[in-house]
Structure formats: structure tokens, C-alpha cells
């Protein structure tokens, strides 16, 4: 790259340009057109690159520090007064949960990078307590798995087999909760990592994800007859694709409509050639896209989130005809790449199709577990930030908190 030697030379187009060239080289497989957002925020400008005088090159360091402070994409939003409960009895990242009545099923999940959870454990409303565990088949995915319930009957589908960054399985099953035990269904047509599942019109529609390699976005979608955890269909029928597919979107049937909000394109893989699979950093794509499917089976545009977020598929509720999204993860920092997490809760009102900024969370976290009982809303597990002022990932945790949900009518 040509060094630019004065202000002169490095007019607006030549800096656009060599930073263009920084960033595919350093990121290749960063899909730029798909980004909005990361290059209307102000990327840093390369060292190499002057300005010329000292006191504007300090001058805009400063500017770029206030632009890209370790804060970067939090928005402003309402105090809650929260309120910690009983924490579960193993940390979770990635796991997966379904609320039947007062019990909110929590599944399987990452202790550990290197350690991944076989079992179920159980949340009771009523009386705040955790209770119940018990295993999941040993062929269950054990992480970024599909899952929705008919309020007896959970279907889950695909996902990842082991930790790290192992591979997916195609395997699917059916719990039934009334007597927890576990019955085999028809294997997915592939292995998927997180695809958008749920019941809609009786049929079990999964869609989007990520591919094998755990990168490259799926957009095929799939969708099977059931009735009472069983196939009515000895296959899966091809149905129309996803506009962007992608793991970790929260997929919402509401009043015979079905919507996929927020995700990902892209996420780590597995380092070439680790026999551990160890996971290496990617750069994903994280959208605020909000995509609807109603009767005439077209996918129509909706008003996108306040901001892009992924790693919310088991993070939301539907109260008083509202999606309720708590946490998740946002674009990465522009200048450390690190992954930024969400501190907000947000609602989209379906009455009026518009979103709001309802709440600040205890602290920014992405996978979070999701349930609602008598007013309150609840999170537990996930991964919470590195303090107030660092919202890089940390810890994976246990912890249960609620708030009393206040929604905009
Ligand atoms: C939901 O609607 C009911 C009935 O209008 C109301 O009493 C309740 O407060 C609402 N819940 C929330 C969380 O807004």
C-alpha cells in the first residue's frame, strides 16, 4: 500500500480505499457489503496513515477514542430494579431452554470451553427453585441446538456434538415432558449449528443455521407434519429459503405469523487440523434483519432491532403480544475485533410493529435463558462481559435474576 506523505495525499477516496484494503486483507472473509453499520461507525485509521499535523492527528485520536470507547454500541435505556434468585446449579453458555407452564427445561450448554453438559435442569416459578435434573440421550448435540415446544412435546433438532468447536450432528428428537422421557425422530436432512426452529400451522419448520464447517450460513429451511411428538411425514419437505441464514436468531411465531429476528452470518470454526477442534475466531456478520412469513409463504421485511443481535434463539418471550429479547451479542469492537455483548432488553410490539429499548440488564450477556411468570421476567446462564466498562465476553454463569417487565403498550 502507498504511504501517503501530506493531508493532501490522503484525500477522503485514498483513505476510504486504503482502509478497504486493510480490512480484506486482514479479514477475508468479512462480507463488507453486509455491514452497514461497522463502516458508517468509523473504522481506525490505519498507523500508517497521517494526517499530517500533530495536534489534528491528536485532536482526531481523540475523537476516535470517544467514538470507539470500550462502551462501543451500548444504548441508552431504562433502570431496572433487579432482583437475584437462585442460581442454577451448573453455568451455562449456548444451552438451550424451553418454558411448559411454571417449569423453565434447561438443556445441556458449555461449562467450560472444554466441557459440555449431557442434562436437563429444571426451574420452578412457583416456588424459585431448581430441582429435576435429569440426562439427555447421549446422542443429543450438546450445544446450538434447535429447539420449540407444542406445551407438551419438545422438538430438538441438530446441533453441535461436543465441545470446542466440534462438529454438528443431524440428529433429532422429541422429549416428552409429562413423563421426561425421550423418544428418536426424523434425522434433519443435514447437520446444522443453531437453525431457527419452530411450530408453525402443525408443522416443525427448521431453517438457516450454519454448515458443517460452522461458518457458512444455511439458507435452505426445512419443515415436517407432527402431531403429539411424533412425524406425520416420513420426511422433510423443502421450503423456501431464508433471505440470510445463520445461526443464534431468535425464531417467533406469534398469531399465525412466523418471524426471525437478529443472528449471524459466520461464527469460529474448528482450527484446521486440532485434534481437540479447537475453536478460532472468525468474523461474523450481525444483523438487526427482522423477516416475517405469514399465509402467502413470502418473506416479508420487517422494522429491524435497535441494533444488530445475535445469540438470542432461547433469549426472548411473547408477553401481551410483544417479543421480549434479552442480551445477546453486537457487531465487534471496529479496533480490538473482540466480541461485544448486549446489555439491553428490547421489545418489538406487534400492535404497533415498532421496537423499544425497555431495560438495562445486570450486566451485558449473550446466550441467555429466557422465561416470564406472573409479571416477572427472568434470565439465567450465558456468558456476562468483562465488567462495566469491557464488554468482551468472561464468565459463563449461573446465575438467575428477575425484573418486573414493564412493557410500551
Ligand atoms: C399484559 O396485559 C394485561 C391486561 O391488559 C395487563 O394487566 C398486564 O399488566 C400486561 N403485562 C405487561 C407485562 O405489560
Not at 86 to 112: C, E, K, M, S, W
Not at 335 to 350: R, S, W
Request: charged share 25%; net charge positive.
Amino acid at each position: 500500500m502507498a504511504r501517503p506523505t501530506g493531508k493532501q495525499n490522503c484525500g477522503r477516496v485514498v483513505l476510504v480505499s486504503c482502509l478497504a484494503l486493510l480490512a480484506a486483507g486482514l479479514v477475508a472473509d468479512f462480507l463488507w457489503a453486509s455491514s452497514h453499520r461497522f463502516s458508517s461507525v468509523g473504522m481506525s485509521l490505519p498507523s500508517s496513515v497521517t494526517t499530517g499535523k500533530d495536534t489534528e492527528k491528536k485532536k482526531k485520536d481523540k475523537v476516535r477514542e470517544r467514538k470507539l470507547s470500550a462502551t462501543f454500541q451500548d444504548l441508552a435505556a431504562p433502570e431496572l430494579k433487579w432482583e437475584k434468585m437462585t442460581a442454577a446449579p451448573v453455568p451455562r453458555l449456548d444451552g438451550a431452554a424451553i418454558q411448559i407452564r411454571n417449569f423453565l427445561y434447561v438443556f445441556a450448554g458449555y461449562g467450560t470451553i472444554d466441557i459440555v453438559h449431557s442434562h436437563v435442569d429444571i426451574y420452578n416459578f412457583v416456588d424459585n427453585t431448581w430441582g429435576g435434573r435429569f440426562d439427555m440421550p447421549k446422542e443429543m448435540a450438546h450445544s446450538h441446538l434447535g429447539m420449540v415446544t407444542d406445551g407438551r412435546y419438545i422438538y430438538i433438532v441438530t446441533g453441535q456434538y461436543g465441545p470446542q468447536c466440534r462438529g454438528p450432528t443431524a440428529k433429532t428428537f422429541v422429549l416428552d415432558t409429562d413423563t421426561n422421557s425421550w423418544s428418536d425422530f426424523v434425522p434433519f436432512p443435514v447437520p446444522r449449528y443453531a437453525p431457527a426452529t419452530q411450530l408453525w400451522r402443525g408443522r416443525l419448520h427448521v431453517m438457516g443455521g450454519s454448515k458443517e464447517n460452522r461458518h457458512t450460513p444455511g439458507l435452505e429451511h426445512w419443515s415436517i407434519a407432527v402431531k403429539d411428538g411424533k412425524a406425520m411425514e416420513k420426511e422433510w419437505r423443502s421450503e423456501i429459503p431464508i433471505p440470510r441464514g445463520g445461526p443464534h436468531r431468535a425464531c417467533v411465531v406469534v398469531d399465525d405469523r412466523l418471524f426471525v429476528i437478529g443472528g449471524q452470518e459466520g461464527d469460529f470454526m474448528a482450527k484446521p487440523g486440532s485434534p481437540i477442534f479447537k475453536c478460532s475466531r472468525r468474523m461474523e456478520v450481525v444483523f438487526s434483519d427482522v423477516y416475517m412469513l405469514d399465509e402467502e409463504m413470502k418473506w416479508k421485511v420487517m422494522p429491524s432491532m435497535p441494533k444488530p443481535d445475535s445469540h438470542i434463539e432461547f433469549a426472548w418471550k411473547v408477553v401481551n403480544n410483544s417479543i421480549v429479547i434479552v442480551g445477546g451479542t453486537t457487531e465487534k469492537h471496529p479496533e480490538t475485533k473482540k466480541m461485544v455483548l448486549v446489555g439491553e432488553i428490547f421489545q418489538f410490539n406487534l400492535n404497533t410493529m415498532k421496537w423499544y429499548v425497555i431495560g438495562k440488564l445486570p450486566y451485558r450477556v449473550k446466550t441467555t435463558l429466557v422465561g416470564y411468570w406472573e409479571g416477572q421476567l427472568y434470565f439465567t446462564s450465558g456468558q456476562r462481559d468483562k465488567g462495566p466498562d469491557d464488554p468482551a465476553p468472561r464468565k459463563v454463569m449461573a446465575e438467575m435474576w428477575r425484573t418486573k417487565l414493564i412493557l410500551n403498550p
